[in-house]
């Protein structure tokens, strides 16, 4: 059986070399792995989506609603934006970071109160991660990617520790790998 | 092993396939084609200011038997459109592969043209491939196919084949050397008399292509047949293919067309005859099925589908099946998170500036085209590549008290592009037309490509830089002006300055992008609560860092580059370094 998981955020948080770094390591553990990407426009403070999909056999590289077995959401917003492509049995992992769209920047509307309930009372697997924080303790506000797939690599059994770190490794630049392991080593041990 | 997003592949498919020339212009999705293919020393790749150059680079290095290749976004076709159909006269020396990348769905396009048009237009061979693998696979083939029917040979992609990572197995490059050229009229001069002759070798063309495709490209695996139970019939090409693949498994047959220009005839209908129900998959126009009506194939296609934007594995079980999956909902009332300028992009200046003179704008296409977007909202129209310079002249010409309160907005690569021919025109025709050139020093929404005016080529090495200023003025622009667009008051006072100026004028509004790794930012700036008087001024600008918390404006550290545009309009002083 096929497994699908969505990486979503605001373009330029890293959403796209978080699922470079996954798809890379899945790849290592011997799935067939689909990647699929967004560039261009909507790249700018946009709403972002990737998607991977794993398995012995992957055809189609995107991911519909009700598909994802994990979403990893960068905002909340986001998080809430994407819930529907979520299984009903799946799980999803909500950085509480909050980026203002510019609607509510420019005050024509809220950002609403109180998405992590809402989440949850849709959805029964809510994980809540406070990454900013950490990615700034681990050396840099940038890291908060690493940060989340290292609370999303804790949730799947298919890949092991070291699969990761190796994929870590082969994507980030060497001047940035320990400031990038401790971020990784934070979100791992949440 | 690796995953090889699909424009790597095409690229290490023209490595492998002994391409020596590569020239294209930068536009998503087909831009990282030619980005890879410039980190193989073996290959002269290049960006060329526009598309039909870097197609006429592309057939001057085939005549000159080299393999040659350029890439384009399918808006990008249409300007290398007339090059493309004369080359599919001549034919090729050495292979000449064009590719055309396809955005349905409009993922950061301005229209949902659909090339295969272009393929029939032309009568050029186009393939389609469905993934990283194929992409690879089919650049190969294309060069062969290039050389076996002296043609021009087209990969057309989607944005979901250009940009999705998948295993691709690699091979070692195959590099036959320079082919002879021979000084040819009756094949490379295309006057009407040897063009009358070429036409007929096209048609002949065309007949020898269908007949491959209806057998040599099924047993090579071009073309493909897989029967499965014959209840459902599935003709097929490109990313269709794995959707269908995905959503119908083996409960269905499939026609899997590698080749989409010729279409075989006797192919499709061996297969319609062999299945049931036949249903047509293929995203934006009727092309497939429109050349099954043609040819007596009852198929069901667009009238069960949909002519706008892309297809997806649950739209064909929906549609086939009459399956719908379960989905979750969560009571939040979802803000829309439209794409907007950076925070520190140095067009928020500008537009700002052009929002206080009330002046109507002619737009172009670049990330300066989100101007649109409120707050700012300061463009009028946008068209195509270049438009926003002849358009502007068009205004002005139809009623010259336009040019006093109208100008132009153009990026730096867009303007070499093909702003210039409009500024010639606005010089040799004469309105007192204001053109801004936004010189960011790069490429920008295609994701930072050196231009003719950067001083760099796609490899990062130092090159011969356009001057702006010269060039304006070698056209016969008197009235050139340079503000700093960080600089509110500067930019507003020269923009102003150029509308009252007699005869056109250029203002290059000048900063690089603030994304740029080069370019060193101020610590981010931070909001005097005490200070803060709540007015909101800052916020008029539309960025991205600003909000309100509290009752307070506040900056999000996170985003905020210091380039100090939003203390600018801080009448209270509230916004410190």
């Known amino acids: 059986m096929n497994k699908s998981i969505m990486i979503v955020g605001v373009g330029g948080q890293g959403t796209l070399l978080a699922s470079r770094i996954l798809g890379a390591a899945l790849l290592d553990c011997g799935y067939d792995v689909k990647v699929s990407e967004v560039h261009g426009?909507?790249?700018?403070?946009?709403?972002?989506?990737?998607?991977?999909?794993?398995?012995?056999?992957?055809?189609?590289?995107?991911?519909?609603?009700?598909?994802?077995d994990i979403v990893l959401a960068f905002?909340?917003?986001?998080?809430?934006?994407?819930?529907?492509?979520?299984?009903?049995?799946?799980?999803?992992?909500?950085?509480?970071?909050?980026?203002?769209?510019?609607?509510?920047?420019?005050?024509?509307?809220?950002?609403?109160?109180?998405?992590?309930?809402?989440?949850?009372?849709?959805?029964?697997?809510?994980e809540e991660i406070d990454a900013?924080?950490?990615?700034v303790e681990a050396g840099t506000a940038k890291a908060v990617n690493v940060v989340l797939i290292g609370a999303m690599a804790k949730n799947m059994q298919s890949v092991s520790k070291e699969k990761w770190i190796e994929a870590l490794k082969a994507s980030v630049p060497s001047k940035f790998l320990e400031l990038n392991l401790k971020a990784f080593e934070m979100g791992y041990n949440i | 092993m690796k995953l090889f997003l699909g424009n790597e592949a095409v690229a290490r498919g023209l490595y492998e396939a002994g391409c020596r020339v590569v020239s294209s212009y930068p536009g998503t999705p087909s831009t990282e084609v030619?980005?890879?293919?410039?980190?193989?020393?073996?290959?002269?790749?290049?960006?060329?200011?526009?598309?039909?150059?870097?197609?006429?680079?592309?057939?001057?290095?085939?005549?000159?038997?080299?393999?040659?290749?350029?890439?384009?976004?399918?808006?990008?076709?249409?300007?290398?459109?007339?090059?493309?159909?004369?080359?599919?006269?001549?034919?090729?020396?050495?292979?000449?592969?064009?590719?055309?990348a396809d955005d349905p769905g409009m993922h950061s396009s301005q229209n949902e043209q659909d090339s295969r048009h272009y393929a029939l237009g032309s009568k050029t061979m186009m393939l389609e491939p469905s993934d990283s693998a194929e992409c690879l696979d089919f650049t190969k083939r294309a060069f062969d196919l290039s050389e076996k029917f002296d043609t021009p040979v087209i990969i057309r992609l989607t944005t979901r084949v250009a940009h999705s990572r998948s295993v691709a197995p690699v091979a070692e490059r195959v590099d036959n050397g320079l082919k002879e050229y021979t000084k040819n009229p009756q094949k490379y001069v295309m006057v009407p008399a040897f063009a009358k002759v070429k036409h007929v070798a096209v048609e002949q063309r065309v007949i020898d292509q269908t007949a491959y495709c209806e057998k040599e490209a099924v047993e090579n695996g071009l073309n493909k047949v897989e029967y499965n139970s014959k209840k459902i019939g599935v003709i097929t090409s490109g990313i269709c293919y794995q959707y269908a693949k995905e959503a119908?498994?083996?409960?269905?047959s499939y026609l899997k067309l590698g080749c989409v220009y010729p279409l075989p005839v006797q192919l499709i209908k061996d297969f319609a005859a062999e299945c049931e129900k036949v249903y047509v998959l293929e995203e934006l126009d009727d092309y497939i099925e429109t050349h099954c009506r043609?040819?007596?194939?009852?198929?069901?296609?667009?009238e069960a589908f949909t002519l706008q934007g892309e297809y997806s594995q649950s739209l064909i079980s929906k549609v086939i099946l009459g399956e719908e999956t379960e989905s979750l909902k969560a009571d939040v009332n979802i803000v829309p998170r439209p794409p907007v300028l950076c925070a520190g992009c140095p067009h928020r200046g500008l537009f700002y500036a052009l929002k206080q003179l009330n002046v109507t704008v002619s737009g172009d296409i670049g990330c300066y085209t989100l101007g649109s977007a409120q707050p700012l909202g300061m463009i009028d129209t946008v068209l195509c590549m270049g438009a926003s310079v002849s358009a502007?002249?068009?205004?002005?010409?139809?009623?010259?008290?336009?040019?006093?309160?109208?100008?132009?907005?153009?990026?730096?690569?867009?303007?070499i592009h093909s702003g210039v021919t409009g500024l010639i025109n606005i010089a040799y025709n004469a309105t007192d037309s204001v053109v801004i050139i936004l010189d960011n020093s790069?490429?920008?929404?295609?994701?930072?490509?050196?231009?003719?005016?950067?001083?760099?080529?796609?490899?990062?090495?130092?090159?011969?830089?356009?001057?702006?200023?010269?060039?304006?003025?070698?056209?016969?622009?008197?009235?050139?002006?340079?503000?700093?667009p960080y600089n509110l008051a500067e930019t507003k006072d020269g923009i102003k300055k150029a509308l009252e100026a007699d005869g056109p004028a250029v203002v290059i509004s000048r900063r690089p992008c603030a994304l740029l790794k080069t370019v060193k930012h101020n610590p981010p700036l931070k909001v005097n609560t005490e200070k803060c008087k709540s007015c909101k001024m800052c916020m008029k600008i539309g960025c991205p860092a600003i909000s309100m918390k509290d009752g307070k404006a506040h900056i999000d550290f996170t985003q905020c580059l210091g380039c100090k545009v939003c203390s600018q309009l801080c009448k209270f002083d509230a916004i410190e370094e």
Request: contains cysteine.
């Open chain 2, 34 to 100: 030619t980005e890879f293919a410039a980190t193989y020393d073996e290959i002269f790749s290049e960006w060329a200011p526009n598309e039909k150059v870097a197609c006429e680079v592309a057939f001057g290095a085939s005549v000159a038997g080299a393999r040659s290749f350029c890439a384009m976004k399918h808006v990008g076709l249409n300007v290398a459109a007339d090059p493309l159909f004369t080359a599919s006269y001549t034919g090729v020396n050495a292979g000449m592969v064009i590719l055309v």
């Open chain 2, 392 to 415: 502007l002249h068009g205004r002005n010409a139809a009623n010259p008290e336009n040019a006093k309160k109208s100008v132009a907005v153009i990026g730096d690569s867009t303007f």
């Open chain 1, 41 to 68: 426009m909507s790249q700018r403070g946009g709403s972002v989506v990737t998607y991977v999909r794993y398995g012995k056999n992957v055809a189609s590289p995107i991911i519909e609603k009700g598909e994802a």
């Open chain 2, 442 to 484: 790069i490429t920008g929404m295609t994701g930072h490509q050196q231009n003719p005016t950067t001083g760099k080529n796609i490899k990062g090495e130092p090159a011969n830089a356009v001057s702006l200023e010269k060039l304006a003025e070698a056209v016969g622009i008197k009235n050139i002006i340079v503000v700093d």
């Open chain 2, 294 to 302: 043609k040819n007596g194939i009852d198929v069901i296609g667009k």
């Open chain 1, 132 to 135: 900013l924080p950490m990615a």
């Open chain 2, 248 to 252: 119908l498994g083996e409960n269905a």
């Open chain 1, 75 to 126: 905002e909340q917003l986001e998080a809430a934006r994407w819930i529907e492509y979520l299984k009903p049995d799946g799980k999803l992992i909500v950085n509480t970071q909050q980026i203002d769209p510019m609607p509510v920047v420019m005050g024509v509307a809220e950002y609403p109160e109180g998405i992590i309930a809402s989440l949850r009372a849709a959805s029964a697997d809510v």
